[in-house]
């Protein structure tokens, strides 16, 4: 009766989803608990299912790890096609938590990629919009103002 209890525990720490590395960790050290509490009662057959189960959520963490994986390669994808940058930029500012530490480096250079190319394009707009002032006064107006933001700590 005692082990029913230790295998209905294994199985459901086991099958629960893990969103974080918190619930990586947690179930993990579940698994090492409740292998120390029935130390005693324990059979290499009952280990073994231990062992089975870590393997399980590691195997969960592997899914999570490519599927971040993916996630990164469809926003370079995304920049690559020059595809809804601000809509981009906005995504690159949470990244899945799986995605691996190896990943990260191409993150911080996608995140730098498509802030250079909103600002281009920014850049690109003001400039049409400029050649749009018919009016030399108002032209002059507008320069002095964008030269007033220089001297101004923007964010």
């Not at 292998?35 to 089975?52: M, T």
């Amino acid at each position: 009766m005692r082990l029913e209890k230790y295998f209905e525990v294994l199985l459901e720490t086991a099958k629960n989803r893990v969103d974080t590395w918190d619930d990586v960790h947690e179930r993990m050290a579940r698994i090492a608990g409740l292998v120390r509490e029935f130390d005693g009662d324990l059979s290499p057959i009952h280990r073994a299912a231990a062992a089975v189960a870590e393997e399980q959520i590691r195997d969960m963490v592997a899914q999570k790890e490519e599927q971040a994986r993916a996630w990164l390669r469809e926003r370079r994808i995304m920049f690559s096609e020059r595809r809804d940058l601000d809509v981009l930029e906005q995504s690159l500012r949470t990244p899945p938590v799986f995605l691996s530490e190896q990943d990260l480096p191409d993150l911080v250079t996608l995140r730098r990629e498509v802030s250079q190319e909103l600002d281009k394009d920014i850049v690109k707009r003001v400039e049409v919009l400029f050649r749009k002032i018919k009016d030399s006064l108002k032209r002059k107006e507008c320069l002095q103002r964008l030269a007033s933001l220089l001297g101004e700590d923007l964010p």
